[in-house]
């Protein structure tokens, strides 16, 4: 025991890496758990629910809620892209995009729940839970802010449908690809255990309470190796090579969402840096924007694969929507880091606000607003 503890601190970096790749791993499977217990219970009604919208308005919220409960607005996407594709909005196609872009929009808001709830497990180390709460919620504040902007316009014009048929016409008759995620490669296989486990003896809530919990003890772990490695000039690193430049850092946030097929998963990664000191919210603001490109690519290539060229129009439709939020907010990006900081200077100082958001953003208003309106 005794060599064990001098070779650790001869050589602290090698295991604060062994010890980040572990956990590492664990957070990974702890979010695959927690979209697979609430798919166990939430897919069908996610379904369900996206295919009775018949309001603009109520599509929005339906788009938030659903992605709330599966947890990836990649799912979401996908499902109403199979949905217009096999006309179960309306046999009109035109109607079909017209219900089916709120949804999209909404789906936007309700990804960002996952990163936010990333940062809770830091809670009570208050500048840790500050700087990985803001972190989380500047993408939830520039995904409202494009929606309350990019809404009404959509409504008024149709200008995403309108662009996004004009792209239609330049791909038909492309087929589509699948790309492999390495990240569910690596954890899927576990996650399909364990689901098909608490699927046999019925008890999906479980799941998601085991993986809340395997969450918070990865998140504890990454952060304390995390500081360890910082302390070695890791932050040097970022700093002058992933995240020199706003550039930079918008082209990673594309490249590893689009590599991992989820932007839940990049944005909910950079939290426990941020909590440890290693990204400011400056660098980590670009990188948001970029992952929200890069989500867009799994209902494209959906869409491509139906071969319907609605439904193609619709995931041309959500990366319009990103690209007009980014060109509208990034020159305005004070805006929506000001108002994360803000709100995460307010949540330190009042533990409850974090969790009440939490349950009042993503559940209680959309499931007001669908049960109102529809």
Avoid at 189 to 209: C, G, N, S, T
């Amino acid at each position: 025991m005794k060599r064990i503890k001098d070779f650790y601190k001869q050589y602290p970096i090698l295991f604060a890496s062994i010890q980040l790749i572990v956990f590492l791993y664990l957070f990974f499977l702890s979010l695959g758990m927690m979209g697979g217990s609430l798919k166990l219970f939430g897919k069908d009604f996610s379904e369900t629910l996206i295919a009775t919208t018949s309001n603009p308005f109520v599509g929005l919220f339906i788009g938030i809620l659903a992605t709330s409960i599966i947890q990836s607005s990649s799912s979401t996407t996908s499902i109403v892209v199979g949905m217009v594709a096999a006309g179960a909005f309306s046999l009109d196609p035109e109607i079909s995009i017209k219900l089916a872009i709120p949804i999209i929009m909404g789906a936007n808001i309700g990804t960002s729940i996952t990163n936010t709830i990333a940062s809770l497990p830091q809670i009570n180390r208050s500048n840790e839970f500050k700087r990985a709460f803001s972190a989380a919620t500047v993408h939830d504040f520039f995904n409202f802010l494009s929606v309350i902007i990019l809404f009404p316009l959509q409504l008024a014009t149709n200008f995403l449908g309108i662009i996004a048929t004009k792209m239609e016409e330049l791909f038909s008759g492309v087929g589509g690809l699948q790309f492999l995620s390495p990240v569910k490669a690596i954890t899927n296989p576990v996650v399909e255990i364990v689901k098909d486990y608490f699927k046999e003896i019925d008890l999906p809530w479980l799941m998601f309470v085991l993986a809340i919990l395997l969450l918070f003890v990865a998140l504890k772990y990454m952060v304390s190796s995390l500081k360890i490695i910082v302390v070695t000039r890791a932050k040097d690193w970022f700093d002058n090579y992933l995240f020199k430049t706003a550039a930079r850092a918008f082209a990673l946030g594309i490249i590893l969402t689009i590599m991992v097929q989820s932007s839940s998963i990049t944005t909910s990664l950079i939290v426990p840096m941020a909590g440890a000191g290693l990204l400011t919210l400056e660098q980590i603001f670009p990188y948001t924007l970029g992952s929200n490109i890069g989500t867009t690519i799994t209902a494209i290539l959906a869409a491509l694969l139906t071969g319907s060229p609605a439904a193609i129009i619709v995931a041309f439709a959500h990366t319009l929507f990103n690209i007009s939020g980014i060109v509208l907010l990034w020159p305005l990006k004070k805006l929506p880091i000001l108002l994360a900081r803000n709100f995460a200077e307010y949540s330190t100082r009042n533990k409850i606000i974090p969790v009440t958001y939490v349950i009042v953003l993503f559940f209680l208003i959309p499931l007001l607003v669908i049960f109102i309106f529809n």
